[in-house]
């Protein structure tokens, strides 16, 4: 099975990288220095917390074991979805009245949050707000997605269904039956998100270092201390912010969450045409289906697509594969060239949704972004930030809650690449559904 720990230094070729800013190339940590908050991980959770403590007045230091917005936070599908990955009667039900309309509340808000952010610190990352569409492939996909709708509708929100006709001429498809918008929503480029919130922290005084892997936790009397190949901080509360790339520094949290790798593609350039007809109003599309697919245009007119996840070892990117999934919903695409793909890592859990924990008295960590990652790891981090400045628990977004390993861990790589192929054999049966539908018009 493939894990984090092949991929190699180099940022990904993503999209991104072009209009992601200029790296930071930032120092490696040397020597010894004291700080309020040490934060391990330079991604999007890492670096709100980050900017948010040192807002806040703390000496912050922040670790990086590659470069800042190395991992998920640079190679995901840069969605901005105004929801949690729950629907909201769930998210009530699983985390109670107060704490459930809380995360609602924040979830809901996430895009207009980072959107705020944003501007405050000058950060140019292309944020784009036509919407989100949902793309149900069968008959009770549709009606969860209608229930959703009624839900927010009565709280006023801007979600619409959308009948199959009307989803056709937004999608320019006639694949699916149904769907939803919700023009709450809309995309971004992760890469320089993340590069400006380190730039913003670093403007209001935090220290970020990049190429600094944090190899050893400890606690002296009253403060945690980090080592480093060639430094070590002392702070006096520390935050964990790997997500995926969690490994042992802290005993078994590593094992609450499986990385589950997944791949990515961008074609080249649309014709004129293709973009007239493909998500003419530029809005981000996944579907229903257990491996979903996903679906962006970039600026640049290319057309940019994942389609779940792939962990076996030695298992190359298949365009071939992909390209016969994205022409079951496009047909009119043809045979069009992958410009280029990249592999990233999500991290999931049992709880199929981010937890935040205490880990000791003054250690927190917060990762299992299932999927759901920019604006989400934006408040947690900041959350975290709060939290460490004197913000009880409970007044937080997210409950914290105890470590819960996944059982027989060592094998879950094994266990995630099995539940994959199986959610694939339901979508397969599902899908020779739909296209009967389909056939019988």
Sequence with gaps: MYTPRWDGTDLPRTPYRVRGGDPLDLPPLGGGVDADIAIVGGGIAGCSAALHAAEAGAR????EG????WGASSRNAGHLPAATKHEPEEVVQIYGKAF???ILDASENGPRMVADIAQRHGIDCELFFPGIITAAHTPEALQGLRD?????????????TLDREQLAALLGSRFYLGGVIDRRGGSINPLAYVRGLARAAIK???????RTRATRLSRDGQRWVIETANGRIRATNAFLCTNAYTDDLWPRLRRTVVPV???QFTTKPLSDNLLKTILPGRQPMIDTRRVL?????????????????SMRVGSAPTWAQALTRLQEVFPQIGDIEVDDWWPGWMAFNKADSWQMHTLAPGLFAALGCNGRGVALATIYGRDLARHAGGTPAEELTLPMTPLDPVGL????????????????VRDSIEMRRLKAINAAG
């Design 60 to 63: 912050v230091i922040l670790v």
């Design 66 to 69: 590659q470069s800042i917005g």
């Design 100 to 102: 459930g309309e809380r």
């Design 148 to 160: 959703r709708v009624t839900f927010w509708q009565k709280r006023g929100r801007p979600l619409e």
């Design 204 to 210: 209001v005084g935090a220290r970020l270092h990049e």
């Design 261 to 263: 790798r997944t791949v």
């Design 293 to 309: 697919i996903s679906v962006r245009i970039h600026q640049d007119g290319r057309l940019h697509f994942g389609c779940g996840p």
């Design 409 to 424: 861990h060592a094998f879950s790589g094994i266990g995630a690449a099995s539940i994959a192929q199986w959610w694939r």
